[in-house]
């Protein structure tokens, strides 16, 4: 198909062994922590359950991120429940829940086709480090309730990490210490270089068994809802659903695709292979087709599943396929004791995982804070969104922020040089004279990007023109990007004008095809005149020397002097 990402399907490759174990953590994780992503936004926790199986297979199948897990996230859940809400729609219905998915997977897969993936590329580093580090606090606030029996209040996530440990005596001490007891355990297990891969999952039953046992009063999985024993069963989307539901299933799947753009930087390929945007937008377009069908609701890259995937000894894509498979196998086998697991061991193993997640990202954190002040804003604003707005505004905005980082810097990056010619041949960069010499060849060198903003600080460097009769601007437009702006014509345009005024001439050296169409179409050609554009070539030299001959022959049919080789 045209356009798609290179191989439909990547090659799954061979199961390591600790990809079993990998699988059924994260399997296991998907048990109480879908179910409980699904109650808070009023859906069916079930329904919860179930994306973690056949979206969990399907993406793990076909995502060029290897280890990237899809499934269900706190912030597709809520941003699912307000667009239900807003089209009017019962969140409980399996229709609409079917309708949603399903056309949320049909914008993933078009974008990924129309390799839209490429938009990505213009969020900055600065804006991505702050969404990925916002997105871990959420996953821990997320939690909070679950890891300490205290739900904090207000919506805003800094406002709840702040109201959780102010009360601290309104924490529940039972789960509390069962949250605490699954950390170190954690924690004494992952001292042991053999049993680190496994150490969440001991932690997990270790726990869970010693809960059973004493009969600690605790939150367990079956307190949320029954998993019934069975596997997903088949979901007719309700057509007559699709118009309310296509634009928040637009917003859904942004949501999801962002989150999960988050996870190829922070997880490499452990093959060594590259990650590709497009292919895990496609990725998770056809897990949510598939899951859609399958009583699932929509789904994506979830950093959290994956970070705990990695944490168990994940090494292919087999652990995220085992991970569904697992979880399938344990629901429809062993449903009862699944309900058995306490909720505050799977608190405190989230809050290990939103916590590595964070201190994983310090060094970009620092890295950002000592690039400049305008990406430290970024940075620091992307996270504050992140934390205190729907997610969707913060999407929005982060690429707002980048948008403008891309326009500053390109403004700043713009430069000016001149070029002189040394008695060896060879060309050095000088100071850009205040006023163009009479009767001389003056050589200056652009860099940019044409962008407008930078056009005034570029036109501002350029030397004036007043008495320059006879003289001879050479501009190396080389560097200047292939299709300028408007701007940038009509500066070249209004220079060449002037000079021709003074008595002087511009001359173009090196312009790219798309700069020699664009001048031709503008008409600035004409007040070049002949010779005054020499496009490029291969040499990286030549049109700067063609130029210099035009100049020299100009100025001896005008009868200035020539200026010789030092131009």
Not at 205 to 226: K, M, N, W, Y
Not at 374 to 401: C, D, K, N, R, Y
Not at 456 to 469: I, N, Q, S
Request: aromatic letters at 4%; charged letters at 15%.
């Amino acid at each position: 198909m045209r356009g798609f990402p290179r191989r439909a399907l990547p090659r799954p490759g061979r199961p390591r062994p600790a990809d079993a174990g990998a699988g059924l953590v994260t399997g296991l994780f998907s048990i109480p922590e879908g179910m409980a992503y699904a109650s808070i936004a009023g859906f069916n926790p079930v329904a919860g359950l179930y994306a973690g199986v056949v979206p969990a297979i399907v993406g793990s199948l076909t995502a060029r991120t290897v280890l990237m897990v899809t499934t269900l996230t706190s912030a597709i859940a809520l941003t699912s429940q307000s667009v239900l809400k807003d089209a009017g729609l019962d969140p409980g219905d399996a229709g609409n829940v079917a309708t949603l998915t399903v056309l949320a997977g049909l914008v993933m897969l078009l974008m990924g086709v129309a390799r839209l993936g490429v938009v990505m590329s213009f969020v900055s580093h600065a804006v991505m480090t702050g969404f990925s580090t916002g997105i871990a606090l959420q996953i821990i606030t997320g939690v909070l309730k679950d890891a300490t029996g205290y739900r904090p209040a207000g919506h805003n996530r800094l406002h709840q990490l702040g109201d959780w440990l102010v009360h601290v005596a309104d924490w529940q001490l039972a789960a509390t210490v069962v949250a605490l007891a699954t950390v170190a355990l954690w924690a004494v297990t992952g001292w042991v270089r053999r049993l680190k891969p496994v150490a969440l999952l001991v932690a997990m039953v270790v726990v869970s068994l010693a809960v059973a046992v004493l009969g600690t009063e605790v939150e367990l999985v079956r307190d949320i809802a029954h998993i019934p024993a069975a596997l997903p069963g088949f979901s007719a989307p309700d057509l007559s659903a699709v118009p309310q539901l296509w634009p928040g299933a637009v917003a859904v799947a942004l949501v999801g695709l962002a989150q999960a753009a988050s996870i190829g930087p922070s997880v490499p390929n452990p093959d060594g292979t590259r990650t590709s945007v497009n292919g895990d937008f496609a990725a998770q377009g056809l897990a949510n087709l598939a899951g859609g069908l399958f009583q699932s609701m929509p789904t994506g890259g979830s950093l959290s599943r994956t970070g705990v995937a990695v944490d168990a000894g994940a090494r292919t894509r087999w652990a995220g396929v085992l991970s569904g498979v697992l979880l399938a196998l344990v629901v429809l086998a062993c449903a009862p004791l699944a309900e058995r697991i306490p909720m505050p061991v799977i608190g405190g193993l989230i809050l290990i995982v939103g916590g590595e997640l964070i201190w994983g990202k310090r060094h970009d954190i620092r890295l950002v804070l000592r690039t400049s002040w305008m990406s430290s804003a970024a940075m620091t604003a992307t996270f504050l969104a992140t934390t205190q707005l729907p997610l969707q505004q913060a999407i929005v905005l982060g690429a707002v922020l980048s948008l403008l980082l891309y326009c500053a810097q390109a403004a700043r990056g713009a430069r000016v040089s001149a070029l002189v010619r040394a008695a060896d041949g060879t060309w050095t960069t000088a100071p850009v004279p205040d006023r163009l010499p009479p009767g001389e060849v003056t050589v200056l060198y652009y860099a940019g990007v044409s962008f407008f903003a930078e056009l005034p600080r570029v036109e501002a460097a350029l030397p004036r023109t007043e008495g320059a009769r006879g003289a001879v601007l050479v501009l190396v437009v080389r560097g200047a990007p292939d299709v300028p702006s408007a701007t940038m014509a009509r500066l070249l345009e209004r220079r060449a004008a002037d000079l021709r005024d003074q008595g002087g001439r511009l001359v173009l050296a090196g312009a790219r095809p798309g700069l020699v169409r664009v001048l031709e179409a503008t008409g600035v050609d004409r007040v070049l005149g002949p010779g005054g554009v020499v496009p490029a070539d291969g040499a990286l030299f030549g049109p700067l020397e063609r130029a210099l001959a035009e100049a020299r022959a100009w100025q001896a049919a005008q009868g200035g002097r020539d200026p010789g080789p030092a131009g």
